[in-house]
């Protein structure tokens, strides 16, 4: 106990202890705040299985409608389409959890909880690190789901266990980076409503202009550019290679990050943590509900 | 010595908005300290600078001797706060909540559970204890709000408008709560728009206008301050009212003018002279012949202080306060403007 002064408790209950301070006490409020967000999701379960629809939907959509129309490493075989397309469908789906974040925070700015978090003695970043863990948790388990219904239309990953582990852990990575980028649009915008939308209408572009659905050599130059340097592309690169879904004559672009996407998603993806971490955090500290 | 709750200067500006303008508090250790005033005025601005929320832009605090401001977690080891809405999840128990916020005081969680079982049994709430907040009544979740704000028995307590919105049964109940804590020992800052409450619960009252504390000292001294008894009639035939008009003129205080209600034959004379004087009064009406359906001396309440103090009603602007929410109230007309405002005046700090 450093502190000079303390008094005899008013009604008898306990004395909020001085805390351990430093990462373990960080460590602990965040595994405390995340089991609050984790519970909520048990009670809400509808919120992760709406979340599930959108990816299946996209997961039967994009294999038979698109499929066989699409070019992809010189043929247009639905077969070969539907191994390339699921890494960009479970990349786009990961990313989808930014949108939860920013509304499950702004909702508890709007309901007065970020204030009783702030005049908790609590670690700083723990009421963010809780709600972004809980959402990696909802991530992995619609990664799971998902997987099996890859499984189902005939998506195999033909690099052996590990790498295909490798894999799904490059695109929940990605996704917990994509959750910090929800904190900070939640602590902005303060409403649900806006968080959700705020949250989603970025991705669309963001996941379409990338190699997620189709290869980036038919696209404009400039657009190529762009796809082939987006950061989501390069988990979506990785993922691909790590479950061998690359056709067998596909050449990847030139470019750095498709050359070599699983370094490139995982600097990508720390990247975008330390940044918006930072960000979130620092806007957390001065949040006005 | 400082109380357990002091503040010097408190200035705090957003955007062009000042909503705190040199604010000073001291507040003795076991009191219970009223603000008092109307929306917009400042209280809730006071509230959060002092329970480390808000860094205010001058001015300097403390709360149970440590500097709110060069300390904040060691100030957070011993407040609590309830804020104007239950800040509870609506998705946990109230069992859950109660450990969340232990677990988040650090208490370890063998404590915090035997600490919500104690404090969920005290506030009535142990048949539902296991039931999501949700399905709780407005006044159930006030109660759950300030268990909450009293997992670890905070020597210092804020209670931010607590029974905004409440139905008369609830406040009357979360009064209770509120005096038999304060008899506990605990220093109790507390705001509200209701004169009413303030009169009930606290020792001393500061009435805050504009940012600025514009009144201060007890219930008594405040209204000792505003002066004046009134006497009140209600006549019972509209006839009489003129004849009766002139009797109280007669007794007025030097230059006090009667108020006249036409519609509920109300009249209204400033008097000096206390029960003696009434009697005279009544004597003088029956005298003339006038019947009288009611009569009464009136010595002035908070909220004729607070009129004669900011030139307006307390309750004048609170229209929209009233919501669904249960009363977001203070600022709730041009808070959207001050976020907006207080975002971009921190964005500017920081170039």
Not at chain 2, 161 to 167: A, M, Y
Request: net charge negative; glycine share 10%.
């Amino acid at each position: 106990m450093t502190t000079t002064k303390t008094r005899e408790p008013a009604q008898g209950g306990p004395v909020a202890p001085s805390g351990r301070g430093g990462i373990s006490q960080s460590v602990n409020d965040s595994l405390i705040v995340a089991k609050r967000n984790l519970i909520r999701m048990l009670r809400i379960p509808e919120i992760v299985i709406f979340g599930l629809i959108q990816p299946i939907m996209f997961v039967v959509l994009f294999s038979y409608v698109f499929g066989g129309s699409i070019i992809v490493g010189g043929t247009a075989s639905a077969a070969e389409y539907r191994e390339f397309l699921m890494a960009g469908i479970f990349a786009q789906t990961v990313t989808f959890a930014t949108a939860g974040a920013g509304a499950g925070i702004a909702e508890d700015m709007h309901k007065g909880l970020i204030d009783r978090f702030r005049s908790l003695p609590m670690s700083r970043g723990a009421v963010l690190t809780g709600r972004t863990l809980a959402d990696a948790v909802q991530t992995a388990l619609t990664l799971v789901v998902l997987a099996v219904v890859a499984l189902l239309v005939g998506w195999r990953a033909h690099e052996g266990f590990l790498k295909m582990l490798a894999g799904f852990g490059l695109l929940l990575l990605l996704g917990y980076a994509f959750t910090w980028i929800g904190a900070l649009i939640g602590l902005t915008v303060r409403t649900p409503e806006a968080a959700t939308s705020g949250g989603l209408i970025w991705l669309f572009p963001l996941t379409f202009v990338s190699v997620a659905f189709v290869p980036s050599e038919n696209m404009p130059n400039f657009l190529a550019t762009i796809a082939q340097w987006n950061p989501f592309s390069a988990t979506v690169q990785a993922a691909r290679e790590l479950f061998g879904n690359l056709p067998p004559n596909y050449v990847a672009p030139d470019a750095w990050p498709m050359q070599n996407p699983v370094l490139a998603s995982v600097l990508y993806s720390l990247l975008i943590i330390v940044v918006f971490r930072t960000l979130a955090v620092r806007k957390y500290r001065r949040a006005a509900a | 010595m400082p109380g357990a709750i002091y503040a010097e200067g408190l200035v705090k500006n957003f955007g062009d908005v000042r909503a705190l303008d040199g604010v000073d508090l001291d507040v003795p250790e076991g009191t219970v300290l009223g603000l008092l005033g109307p929306n917009g005025a400042g209280k809730t601005t006071t509230v959060r600078v002092l329970t480390t929320l808000l860094t205010p832009d001058q001015g300097k605090a403390s709360v149970a001797g440590i500097d709110v401001l060069r300390h904040p977690n060691e100030v957070r080891r011993r407040i609590g706060l309830s804020g104007q809405f239950a800040a509870v999840d609506e998705y946990l128990t109230g069992r859950e909540n109660l450990q969340m916020v232990g677990q988040l005081y650090q208490l370890k969680a063998k404590d915090a559970r035997r600490r919500a079982d104690e404090l969920l049994e005290r506030f009535n709430l142990a048949d539902a204890a296991d039931r999501t907040a949700k399905t709780y009544s407005g006044g159930m979740r006030r109660r759950l709000d300030l268990a909450a704000a009293l997992v670890v028995s905070p020597p210092v307590m804020f209670m931010d408008e607590p029974t905004t919105g409440l139905d008369p049964r609830n406040r009357q109940a979360l009064w209770e709560v509120i005096q038999e804590l304060v008899a506990g020992g605990t220093t109790l800052l507390l705001t509200t728009q209701y004169l009413e409450e303030a009169d009930h619960l606290a020792d001393d009252i500061c009435v805050v206008d504009h940012g600025r504390v514009i009144a201060r000292g007890t219930s008594d001294q405040l209204k000792a301050q505003t002066g004046g008894e009134r006497v009140e009639v209600v006549v019972r035939e509209r006839e009489r009212i003129g004849t009766a008009e002139e009797l109280l003129r007669a007794h007025a205080v030097d230059g006090g003018e009667v108020a006249v209600e036409q519609h509920t034959r109300r009249l209204t004379v400033p008097v000096a002279g206390g029960a003696k004087l009434l009697a005279e009064v009544i004597r003088d009406l029956d005298g003339r012949g006038i019947e009288i359906d009611d009569i009464g001396l009136r010595r002035p309440t908070l909220d004729d202080v607070f009129i004669s103090l900011t030139g307006h009603a307390a309750e004048e602007d609170t229209a929209d306060g009233d919501d669904e929410d249960g009363g977001q109230s203070e600022n709730s007309e041009n808070s959207e403007n001050s976020k907006k405002k207080a975002g971009a005046a921190a964005k500017a700090g920081k170039k």
